[in-house]
């Protein structure tokens, strides 16, 4: 009895343990969409207006997220934020999603994003008595509490869907060490390349690029050890041109952030108040899960970027996608047709039955008609001879 228990507890750790080599892992990065809203509002107007567009108040950890939005402000950049997050960050600032959710409860003053989650080390928050709701003032990692109910813009950042990869032919990335590169086994395709790039974490890091060449189909994956790395390889000045012999080298840079602006008035209307309304949750924010399997057909150009949508826009589109026409389902389908069965016997039978069918209505008909044909075969036979007699004596 204790090798059979022992055998199940060892069948059920297996099943764990293959589940978890199955799970993707949770530091594969999904393409965050970060918009820029030049219409100033306060602390909970901002929240409101990001939650309202399913996404949130911008969640500012390190540098990995400042150089993205710098990027996205830059020159090289297709955002068109065109330097106004620079121009507002050197006046009033913008808000991002730091405040302090228990003011006034215990003592406790920490600051904390809405998932619950405490401010990064990586980040400083200086404030005064009365100052709640974080602001970015500078393009340094330096959050300064203000007053919930100042008004100021703002960045609202929310996922939809995979990174995308952005070809550079005859470029390469510049990279602190060789470490970084990964290379793998020739003859992968293109897309066997990409997808391994996708799902890939080398020393902790993700890849964040690739080299493909299909003369030798040669893939070499870029997993730098940078926290600014999302960014790094989209700046040119961190790509070099490629001086070897393949002449259809190609560098495909991983990229997993873009940028909009909004500049339409909000229309939400929120009390206003020198405190934070929020409700510190421990639910995961779309966007933090892992993204899934990805077919790099679907990745190698910029994907559109949907217009924001409220919830309530979101919940009607998904019911109308979700409804069924009555005429086109399998129920309606199958009371309008007959099962087909081709075993000889329903085959035979089916055969017999219909035979037997048709014989019987034609049968039946001819039965009916059979008085009439009798009757008039006995007229042209018994009166023919009468004819011919009277035409003879004529």
């Given at each position: 009895?204790?090798?059979?228990?022992?055998?199940?507890?060892?069948?059920?750790?297996?099943?764990?343990?293959?589940?978890?080599?199955?799970?993707?892992?949770?530091?594969?990065?999904?393409?965050?969409?970060?918009?820029?809203?030049?219409?100033?509002?306060?602390?909970?107007?901002?929240?409101?207006?990001?939650?309202?567009?399913?996404?949130?108040?911008?969640?500012?950890?390190?540098?990995?997220?400042?150089?993205?939005?710098?990027?996205?402000?830059?020159?090289?950049?297709?955002?068109?934020?065109?330097?106004?997050?620079?121009?507002?960050?050197?006046?009033?600032?913008?808000w991002t999603g730091l405040h302090q959710p228990y003011v006034g409860v215990g003592g406790n003053a920490s600051w904390e994003y809405d998932d619950c989650e405490p401010q990064s080390a990586d980040l400083s928050v200086s404030?005064?008595?009365?100052?709640?709701?974080?602001?970015?003032?500078?393009t340094s990692l330096a959050v300064t509490g203000v007053a919930c109910s100042s008004r100021r813009p703002f960045v609202c950042e929310r996922y939809i869907g995979d990174c995308w990869f952005q070809p550079y032919p005859k470029?390469?990335?510049?990279?602190?060490?060789?470490?970084?590169?990964?290379?793998?086994?020739?003859?992968?395709?293109?897309?066997?390349?990409?997808?391994?790039?996708?799902?890939?974490?080398?020393?902790?890091?993700?890849?964040?690029?690739?080299?493909?060449?299909?003369?030798?189909?040669?893939?070499?994956?870029?997993?730098?050890?940078?926290?600014?790395?999302?960014?790094?390889?989209?700046?040119?000045?961190?790509?070099?041109?490629?001086?070897?012999?393949?002449?259809?080298?190609?560098?495909?840079?991983?990229?997993?952030?873009?940028?909009?602006?909004?500049?339409?008035?909000?229309?939400?209307?929120?009390?206003?108040?020198?405190?934070?309304?929020?409700?510190?949750?421990?639910?995961?924010?779309?966007?933090?899960?892992?993204?899934?399997?990805?077919?790099?057909?679907?990745?190698?150009?910029?994907?559109?970027?949907?217009?924001?949508?409220?919830?309530?826009?979101?919940?009607?589109?998904?019911?109308?996608?979700?409804?069924?026409?009555?005429?086109?389902?399998?129920?309606?389908?199958?009371?309008?047709?007959?099962?087909?069965?081709?075993?000889?016997?329903?085959?035979?039978?089916?055969?017999?039955?219909?035979?037997?069918?048709?014989?019987?209505?034609?049968?039946?008909?001819?039965?009916?008609?059979?008085?009439?044909?009798?009757?008039?075969?006995?007229?042209?036979?018994?009166?023919?001879?009468?004819?011919?007699?009277?035409?003879?004596?004529?």
């Amino acid at each position: 009895m204790d090798i059979v228990n022992t055998g199940y507890v060892v069948y059920l750790l297996g099943i764990y343990f293959l589940l978890l080599a199955l799970k993707p892992s949770s530091a594969i990065s999904m393409r965050k969409i970060y918009t820029l809203h030049a219409d100033a509002g306060t602390w909970n107007e901002a929240k409101q207006v990001c939650e309202t567009n399913l996404g949130r108040l911008l969640k500012l950890k390190g540098i990995k997220e400042l150089e993205e939005l710098l990027f996205l402000d830059s020159t090289e950049s297709e955002s068109g934020w065109n330097g106004r997050l620079n121009g507002f960050l050197s006046t009033n600032g913008v808000w991002t999603g730091l405040h302090q959710p228990y003011v006034g409860v215990g003592g406790n003053a920490s600051w904390e994003y809405d998932d619950c989650e405490p401010q990064s080390a990586d980040l400083s928050v200086s404030s005064t008595n009365g100052s709640h709701c974080g602001a970015l003032l500078g393009t340094s990692l330096a959050v300064t509490g203000v007053a919930c109910s100042s008004r100021r813009p703002f960045v609202c950042e929310r996922y939809i869907g995979d990174c995308w990869f952005q070809p550079y032919p005859k470029q390469m990335g510049m990279i602190q060490s060789a470490q970084d590169v990964q290379v793998l086994d020739p003859g992968l395709t293109l897309s066997d390349c990409a997808v391994t790039c996708r799902n890939t974490l080398h020393h902790g890091s993700e890849c964040w690029g690739f080299y493909y060449t299909r003369e030798t189909d040669s893939c070499f994956l870029l997993c730098p050890n940078m926290t600014a790395v999302s960014s790094r390889f989209e700046r040119a000045a961190h790509r070099i041109p490629y001086g070897g012999p393949e002449e259809d080298w190609v560098f495909y840079v991983r990229r997993c952030f873009e940028g909009t602006v909004d500049n339409n008035p909000s229309s939400v209307t929120v009390d206003s108040t020198a405190l934070p309304v929020t409700k510190c949750t421990t639910e995961v924010f779309n966007g933090n899960d892992t993204a899934g399997e990805v077919c790099f057909c679907t990745t190698q150009q910029r994907p559109v970027i949907p217009p924001s949508i409220t919830s309530e826009e979101a919940a009607a589109r998904y019911a109308e996608e979700l409804s069924l026409d009555a005429r086109n389902t399998s129920a309606n389908f199958r009371s309008k047709n007959s099962a087909v069965d081709n075993r000889p016997m329903a085959v035979g039978m089916g055969a017999t039955l219909g035979a037997g069918l048709l014989a019987f209505v034609f049968g039946a008909v001819f039965l009916m008609d059979l008085p009439v044909l009798y009757r008039t075969l006995k007229e042209r036979l018994c009166c023919k001879p009468k004819v011919r007699a009277r035409e003879s004596r004529a």
